[in-house]
């Protein structure tokens, strides 16, 4: 990616998705969805339960 911010961006598309797959009483919705490593391996970000579901209810 270009960017850290467009890795983010990506990384927040991709657990919006994944919120479509989970089952509210089924599914645990705590915890992260989607990390964002770097070349090596290193955390940069985690993107969480929480902040997909806002990210969603804010996108067009």
């Given at each position: 990616m270009?960017?850290l911010?467009d ?5 927040v ?6 919120l ?5 009483g089924?599914d645990?919705l ?7 490593r770097?070349?090596?391996?290193e955390l940069l970000?985690?993107?969480d339960?929480?902040?997909a579901?806002?990210?969603?209810l804010?996108?067009?």
């Amino acid at each position: 990616m270009p960017s850290l911010e467009d890795a983010r961006e990506e990384a927040v598309r991709c657990a919006i998705d994944l919120l479509v797959d989970l089952q509210p009483g089924t599914d645990d919705l705590s915890g992260w969805l989607v990390r964002l490593r770097d070349e090596n391996g290193e955390l940069l970000y985690a993107i969480d339960v929480q902040e997909a579901e806002a990210a969603r209810l804010t996108r067009p």
